[in-house]
Nanobody
């Protein structure tokens, strides 16, 4: 599966953005999906993940209560709704498809396909 992330941009602190990740191919529903981010000078970190059938979703403590992952298998798309954005949320955001497993993972190594990333910048 090939992934294309979009929806990033510049937003003021307290604002919202919704990221989208469109997948090519007819097997999107076979993959658990995740979002990761990488801030300048830092390692890539887990943000959120969702199971193939949307039954299971979880996120990092740093975004809990502010970010929500969802997916629409009919549209081959996974979303990341980001509310109450903070300057520390500034990063390049990547979507990824889990190679093995049904429920998503916090481990970057479990994802085999990655989108190209979309920049999110939150100004104070």
């Amino acid at each position: 599966v090939q992934l294309q992330a979009s929806g990033g941009g510049l937003v003021q602190a307290g604002g919202s953005l919704r990221l989208s990740c469109a997948a090519s191919g007819r097997t999107f529903s076979s993959y658990a999906m995740g979002w990761f981010r990488q801030a300048p000078g830092r390692e890539r970190e887990f943000v959120a993940a969702m199971s193939r059938s949307s039954i299971t979703a979880f996120c990092a403590d740093t975004v809990k209560g502010r970010f929500t992952i969802s997916r629409d298998n009919a549209k081959n798309t996974v979303y990341l709704q980001m509310n109450s954005l903070k300057p520390e949320d500034t990063a390049v955001y990547y979507c990824a498809a889990q190679s093995l497993g049904l429920y998503g993972s916090r481990r970057e190594s479990e994802y085999g396909q990655w989108g190209q990333g979309t920049q999110v910048t939150v100004s104070s």
